[in-house]
């Protein structure tokens, strides 16, 4: 069984450019969830995809968003980069059970220059 | 409003000594809480949950709704618990939001 993947695992953008960061769930698990990790702090969720839907969004603006593919893979696209976006992105993915245990991937660094 | 709060950054401790690691919430209705923990250059994963009760790695955490607390705790640390913890809440409701904590590491010597 493969546990989640993201891609890539650094990444360093500049001020307004735009940036993809990419996640393969786990094997069988339908959610994806997203959060923003600062340096120093607890992930914050961002969002929560199910069956290619956004059904849950953290206090981010809407130049954060994201798709789910039909093998539940997700894309989170963040528009016009600040400096403030520089973070470690989690993908985490969980089974379709609600409530189930969330399984992390090993994050993507963003630096925003 | 939602909060998870980790008072201690950094928690040091001998080897053989009790350990407790603190948490407090903030949620007006019944949360599900966590404890996540994160080796050195491993991802993030799960410890324990309130629901399941468990003992994982001889830690345990008992929920306290009277004083909002979820503290982890285990009587005899061990090198091998030297990692990075998060408390975690997941709001009643239909989707698996958390809510996290900023961390507390727990670093064992010998």
């Known amino acids: 069984e493969t546990g989640v993947t993201q891609s890539p695992t650094h990444l360093i953008k500049t001020r307004g450019q735009q940036v993809t960061l990419r996640c393969s769930s786990q094997?069988?698990?339908?959610?994806v969830s997203w959060y923003q990790q600062a340096l120093g702090q607890g992930p914050q969720f961002i969002f929560q995809?199910?069956?290619?839907?956004?059904?849950g969004r953290g206090n981010f603006p809407p130049r954060f968003s994201g798709l789910q593919f039909p093998n539940y893979s997700s894309e989170l696209n963040v528009n016009a980069l600040e400096l403030d976006d520089s973070a470690l992105y989690l993908c985490?993915?969980?089974?379709?059970?609600?409530?189930?245990?969330?399984?992390f991937g090993p994050g993507t660094r963003l630096t925003v220059l | 409003a939602q909060r998870v709060t980790q008072p201690e950054k950094l928690l040091s401790v001998f080897k053989g000594a009790p350990v407790e690691l603190k948490c407090n919430y903030s949620?007006?209705?019944?949360?599900?809480l966590f404890w996540y923990v994160q080796y050195s250059r491993q991802r993030l994963q799960l410890l324990l949950r309130?629901?399941s009760r468990e003992s994982i790695k001889g830690f345990t955490a008992d929920l306290n709704k009277g004083e909002t607390s979820f503290h982890l705790k285990k009587p005899f640390a061990q090198e091998e618990d030297s990692a990075m913890y998060y408390c975690?809440?997941?709001?009643?409701?239909?989707?698996?939001?958390?809510?996290f904590g900023a961390g507390t590491r727990l670093a064992v010597h010998p």
């Open positions: 985490a993915s969980s089974p379709p059970s609600a409530g189930e245990e969330q399984f």
């Open positions: 094997s069988g698990h339908n959610t």
């Open positions: 995809y199910y069956r290619e839907e956004e059904n």
């Open positions: 949620y007006s209705g019944s949360p599900e």
């Open positions: 309130h629901i």
């Open positions: 975690a809440l997941k709001p009643s409701g239909g989707y698996n939001k958390l809510i």
